[in-house]
T-cell receptor
């Protein structure tokens, strides 16, 4: 089974600054999908951004962007102009060709005012 | 357009009782996933189902746990003879196809007393 590793249990950022959350994964597949989800204290899982492995261009959603390095099996999330509402647990996820979907252990992001 | 509906939101069971967690996926979604989340931890994959079929149950304990997704009706995660260690939040998610992100329910928090 594929594994997803988030090596940063906790990160903090000053409001309006930029922060990067790391994610690496292990796979032998060439076709797959990658996602970042956010889980605020409400516990709801919210999709932040997604990336198709066959696309070389990094996905971007407003203040959120990814750095997808396929050869290195790395998928980091960059949050620009951090806001207080960005504080949450962030989970990296990998979805394989057979629809199996696995999550990393998460990174808790704190935003300091 | 209703999202993924999970009920109950909270469930309290005594040791040895059975717990039944229900999940109604988004209408038209044929892929259903169950995840378990312990406090301050990530999402642990349990089982992936398509209508009437279990596709991957590698994350589910061999004993006491079972899941189904019948042709009609919600998906059910069943835990027999619950123990204190089963206390966790259980999330259900659904998607229509592989490249789509998962839509999550709000989870069922199971407490075993």
């Amino acid at each position: 089974a594929q594994t997803v590793t988030q090596s940063q249990p906790e990160m903090s950022v000053q409001e309006a600054e930029t922060v990067t959350l790391s994610c690496t994964y292990d796979t032998s597949e060439s076709d797959y999908y990658l996602f970042w989800y956010k889980q605020p204290p409400s516990r709801q899982m919210i999709l932040v951004i997604r990336q198709e492995a066959y696309k070389q261009q990094n996905a971007t959603e407003n203040r959120f962007s990814v750095n997808f390095q396929k050869a290195a099996k790395s998928f980091s999330l960059k949050i620009s102009d951090s806001q207080l509402g960005d504080a949450a647990m962030y989970f990296c996820a990998y979805r394989s060709n057979n629809n199996d979907m696995r999550f990393g252990a998460g990174t808790r992001l704190t935003v300091k005012p | 357009n209703a999202g993924v509906m999970q009920n109950p939101r909270h469930l309290v069971r005594r040791r040895g009782q059975e717990a039944r967690l229900r999940c109604s996926p988004v209408k038209g979604h044929s892929h259903v996933y169950w995840y378990r989340q312990l406090p301050e931890e990530g999402l642990k994959f349990m089982v992936y189902l398509q209508k009437e079929n279990i596709i991957d149950e590698s994350g589910m304990p061999k004993e006491r746990f079972s899941a189904e997704f019948p042709k009609e009706g919600p998906s059910i995660l069943r835990i027999q003879q619950v123990v204190r260690g089963d206390s966790a939040a259980y999330f259900c998610a659904s998607s229509p196809r592989q490249e789509s992100p998962l839509h999550f329910g709000n989870g069922t928090r199971l407490t075993v007393t």
